[in-house]
């Protein structure tokens, strides 16, 4: 291809790069007269070359063009949607032309005529319009359904696409590459000007040399930081930090702006909103935000489908938001940010939301689940379907996103990049996509740890501080549950033992099971944050930081979820690279199964339970289930505050009340006072204690007594009379200090005014009642207890009227089940709803239960779960909680 | 590299045995041993030998993986051909030796015993598999040579790192 030719198509591809957004922001913007200039600069020069090139296709379709522009220049009136359409078509048809000419050189067989004859009608039509002195648009905006220009988005700054696209308008290169690879599909094409295209696998091969350049430094570092080397460490130093710019240099390569990702999106929006005669605004923040091209290249599809379903699914028909009273103008904002080694990017629409029925409808019609499965679920995993194959929720195929795409192809291309997606929707609010992939930068800095033996790498930017434990220090290990835990300012940190975890053997194999803190050993717990949430990582060293490579693990080893790569240190040993989100992912669900795998309460004497033993006020031995226990705090005494004659501490930005177990109690002095934190919703109670003694795993048989007094009864727990405290009772105590003795006055969702929801609770354990029933009372019910389905049916046989059942499945004499069928054999109580708490929730009894008539099942061991349901079922059945 | 000899022919004619076997062409393999047994595998498929070397353990790895070593700045798996076998475990400190091999566009070292020699052999030489060979060996087996004094089998490495692969998924 001849040279001249070859840098007037880098040039041309370049500025069409930039006139769809361009044109986008004229079409809001008519009377802009300097976008219109540059537009038409594009045309004209590329008509003009083409003359002097003797390319007469790419000319006459660029003159037709040039010609409509023109009339803009003399009527601004004349930017309809339907004319920039019709531009768009023109650019198109050149990006097409010059996309040929790259592969070929010449110029292919193409027939523009339709396209030429329809940009001269309308300039035509446009100075017919002009001589008239009309400056009104030429057609009716309505015929194409799309808004005039006029009074295209009123009461939207006309220069927010406009600074979206600004912000995100890549540069020259950029663009470049972009609108190359557009016109020459599956074709490398060679058009630049302002920069050199450099093959992708000549920039990976400089990569791993610079990778292992970055290895050679570190391990002459290691040499001469034993050495006094005198004359040569100038050049080393020299060398080192050389080798870092350039591995920096090298690295930024393969980084492009999101916005590249983005450029083409406000051009597709601008069309849908054309197509659908919707109002469409897309707002684009965060462009800037870097990431690797090849994460970029994976992303580009799905975010381009996300934005086309808002547009087309989410966003309503103006008349449809007219009526819902939202503005007309539908808003699709798209935010992408950093967070801890991750790229976050949300795809927000102010629309409908997603239909709950009708995605029900669709997963029972599509044969994904029965409608007893979706019973089950919760709303949120019902809108996760719309990830699952073979679902779309487009009652019609349309021509904009029923393209056989659907979100599970989105969802597979963002996990294939080790990505996540999630999604949140509120009917009538919108639907929030939040898409989070990796960065994965080839070379990260890793601080390297040390246990049983082996050394480990941790990528140091999900590392907030290193704790050192030393058996006597300012730090211990407590245990809640058998799960490990540090206090670390005031917060509780959960700790995963690496030994534990990776199954190290070693002498001291024995790990932290028994107590970290009893071997009076020294270990090290490193800080780790994964998104929000922070995680502690036992460790027995922690040796130095290093820049390293990471390299991808071996095939046999990648099932492992707790590496995310492996590299080779400065001494030339190979270490593995810790992930700590596969950790905490890891962590977190075993954590979950084993306090479910604890025995729910009181079901069966012979269980076992887990309980927290602490002391206060006297010597007595007391204890609380730890599933009722927030958390375990050590409250600094001085920010404890006095409020109304009763004590106060602020906590997450709430008045935690402080109560005492006895009148003999007396709060520190100084220092830090231990309190058990019980919440119940938003409302926190702090329970103070002289000290946590233990947690036990032990049967409880209880000694039941007189309630009331804040003590259930006694139990002997590892052969010592304990007392079980009754936490309602200081849930209620503590708000009932606070305001104005109206147990539950403070919560948000109960209406006073009304009448209290009254609840029926059925249950054979007398222990679990009175354990249910307080928190069920604070939480706005009125709680009637019944002791078995006899009793229960007594209740109903005496007339008494209740609004919702909760029940026990397994119980002596009249079971959950006969009970259900009792109550919905006619009578009093046919049309309450009625909820099954249970320990035992196999799939056969909810199928049972669901015929015996109970709506919803929530196990006893996430009782914490009961409020939420209640809510939700109160409200499907018209009432309020 | 530890290759005893690098030119099979050389070894063949030393030993004289097989150069007028029963017909058919010549094949050459690496020889190694693992236990008592002699396995040969073709010398298309060795990439390399090395000495012993400095091996990273992978916590929770499938047990037929030894660890991980850097040869020359590439981190490869290495695989622990006893434990494949089905054999005991070596002795702690037992020397042993590794031959690297490409499958499938990664490397594996294959930690073995010793490595022996390379030799050429006549097809004619080539049997199936015994019936009576173990299930899980067959797998792996591409036939059986007669040496002289020996019994070699033909490792195949695709069927036996795809094992291990597929039991790790599990």
Redesign the interface.
């Known amino acids: 291809m001849d040279d001249l030719l070859q840098e007037f198509l880098a040039e041309a591809s370049e500025s069409l790069g930039l006139l769809d957004g361009e044109l986008v922001r004229l079409e809001d913007t008519p009377d802009d007269s300097e976008i219109l200039g540059n537009i038409f600069r594009v045309f004209h020069t590329i008509k003009g070359t083409c003359g002097f090139l003797n390319l007469p296709r790419l000319e006459k379709v660029a003159h037709a063009g040039e010609d409509l522009l023109s009339t803009f220049r003399d009527n601004a009136g004349l930017v309809t949607p339907e004319a920039v359409s019709l531009i768009l078509r023109c650019v198109d048809a050149i990006r097409a032309l010059i996309g040929a000419l790259e592969v070929s050189g010449a110029e292919p067989e193409a027939d523009h005529a339709a396209l030429i004859a329809d940009l001269k009608a309308a300039v035509a039509a446009g100075e017919a319009r002009s001589r008239s002195g009309n400056t009104e648009p030429a057609s009716e905006p309505d015929a194409g359904g799309a808004p005039a220009p006029a009074d295209a988005q009123p009461e939207v700054g006309p220069s927010k696409v406009a600074a979206g696209a600004a912000s995100t308008a890549p540069d020259p290169a950029k663009a470049d590459r972009e609108a190359a690879g557009e016109a020459t599909p599956g074709h490398e094409g060679a058009t630049s000007s302002m920069t050199i295209r450099v093959n992708v696998e000549v920039l990976e091969s400089l990569i791993t040399l610079v990778s ?1 350049l970055v ?1 050679t430094r570190n391990q002459l570092l290691q040499l001469a930081r034993n050495k006094d080397n005198g004359p040569a460490a100038d050049g080393f130093q020299r060398l080192s930090r050389i080798t870092t710019e350039l591995q920096e240099g090298v690295m930024k390569t393969r980084m492009q702006p999101v916005g590249t990702a983005w450029a083409k999106l406000p051009r597709i929006v601008r069309d849908l909103s054309v197509e659908t005669g919707k109002k469409i605004e897309l707002k684009m923040n965060g462009g800037e935000a870097e990431l690797d091209r090849q994460i970029l290249e994976m992303i580009r599809d799905p975010l381009t489908h996300m934005v086309r379903n808002s547009a087309d699914h989410g966003i309503e028909p103006r008349e449809v938001r007219r009526a819902a009273g939202k503005p007309e103008t539908g808003t699709i904002t798209l935010n992408a940010f950093h967070e801890g080694g991750h790229i976050i990017i949300e795809i927000a629409d102010d629309g409908r939301g997603l239909d709950i029925a009708r995605i029900r409808d669709k997963i029972v019609e599509r044969g994904l689940a029965t409608a007893a499965e979706l019973d089950r679920l919760t709303e949120q995993q019902i809108r996760d379907f719309i990830f699952r194959a073979g679902f779309s929720t487009a009652e019609t195929v349309t021509s904009v996103s029923g393209r056989g795409v659907g979100m599970d192809v989105v969802r597979s291309n963002v996990e294939k990049i080790g990505g996540v997606i999630e999604l949140t929707s509120e009917p009538g609010k919108g639907t929030t996509f939040t898409v989070k992939i990796p960065l994965t930068l080839a070379i990260v800095s890793a601080l390297i740890v040390g246990c049983a033996g ?1 050394r480990f790498a941790i990528p140091q930017i999900c590392v907030r501080e290193l704790v050192h434990v030393a058996g006597g220090g300012a730090h211990r290990v407590q245990m809640v549950n058998n799960a490990p835990v540090l206090s670390l300012r005031n917060r509780l940190l959960p700790l995963v033992s690496l030994r534990d975890l ?3 053997e070693a002498a001291e194999a024995a790990g932290f099971a028994g107590g970290a803190d009893k071997g009076g050993r020294d270990f090290y717990v490193v800080v780790a944050q994964i998104g929000s949430r922070l995680l502690g990582l036992i460790v027995d060293r922690v040796f130095d930081t290093e820049e390293i490579v990471v ?1 991808p693990v ?4 990648r ?2 979820p ?2 995310s790569g ?3 240190l400065g001494d ?5 690279i810790l992930d700590p989100n596969g950790i905490a992912a890891t962590a977190g669900p075993a954590q979950v199964n084993r306090s479910e795998q604890t025995p729910a309460l009181a079901q069966g004497e012979d269980r076992r339970t887990s309980l927290i033993v602490f002391r206060a006020g006297d010597r007595s031995r007391k204890a609380v289930p730890m599933t009722l226990v927030e958390r375990i705090e050590n409250v600094d005494v001085s920010a404890v505050e006095t409020v109304n004659g009763g004590e106060v501490v602020q906590y997450r930005s709430h008045m935690m009340p402080l109560v005492s177990v006895s009148p003999g109690f007396s709060r520190r002095g100084e220092g830090n006072q231990p309190v058990l934190v019980f919440a119940d919703g938003k409302r926190t109670v702090g329970l103070m204690v002289d000290e946590i003694v233990d947690i036990v795993d032990a049967p409880l048989s209880v000694e039941l007594k007189g309630g009331g007094c804040g003590t259930l009864g006694s139990a002997i727990i590892d052969g010592k009379a304990t007392d079980l405290i009754d936490v309602g009772h200081y849930l209620t105590r503590g708000f009932a200090d606070w305001f104005g003795g109206e147990a539950g006055g403070a919560d948000d969702g109960a209406d006073k005014s009304q009448e209290k929801t009254r609840l029926l609770l059925v249950d054979d354990s007398a222990f679990f009642l009175r354990l249910m029933s307080p928190r069920l009372t604070i939480s706005g019910f009125e709680v009637i207890e019944a002791l078995g389905g006899e009793e229960a049916m007594a209740l109903h046989d005496r007339g008494i009227d209740v609004d919702v059942i909760v029940s026990d499945i397994e119980m002596p004499g009249m079971n959950g089940f006969a009970f259900a069928e009792a109550v919905h054999n006619g009578g009093r109580w046919s049309e309450v709803p009625m909820i099954a708490l249970s320990s035992r929730l196999t799939d056969q009894n909810r199928e049972r239960g669901r015929s015996a008539g109970f709506t919803s099942f929530v196990p006893k061991a996430r009782g914490d779960e009961l409020c939420g349901v209640l809510r939700q079922v109160l409200q499907q059945n018209g009432r309020a909680a | 590299m530890t290759i005893v000899r690098t030119s099979g022919t050389a070894s063949v004619t030393d030993k004289g045995i097989l150069t007028d076997g029963p017909g058919g062409g010549r094949r050459e393999f690496l020889t190694f041993t693992v236990g008592r047994q002699t396995f040969g595998l073709p010398l298309g498929a060795v990439d390399d030998v090395l000495d012993e070397r ?1 091996l ?7 047990a ?2 030894a ?4 040869l020359r ?1 590439r ?3 290495a695989i622990d051909v006893r434990r494949c076998l089905g054999m005991p475990k070596a002795a702690p400190n037992a020397a042993h030796m590794s031959i690297v091999t490409e499958h ?1 566009g ?1 490397l ?1 070292s294959l930690v073995v015993d010793a490595v022996g020699e390379v030799i050429a052999v006549s097809e004619g030489f080539h049997e199936d598999n015994p019936v009576t060979l173990d299930e899980h060996w067959r797998g792996f087996s591409a036939g059986i040579y007669r040496l002289e004094s020996d019994l070699m089998v033909v490792l195949e490495v695709g069927p036996l ?1 795809d094992g ?2 597929a039991a ?2 599990n």
């Open positions: 292992e290895l082996q990776l199954k190290l390299k071996g095939r046999m080893l099932k492992i707790f590496f492996t590299t080779i030339g040993s190979v270490i593995m | 400095p990273t353990p992978v916590p929770l790895a499938p037929e993986v660890g991980s070593i850097n700045g981190i490869i798996t499938d990664e594996f790192l291990i692969e790790a998924g």
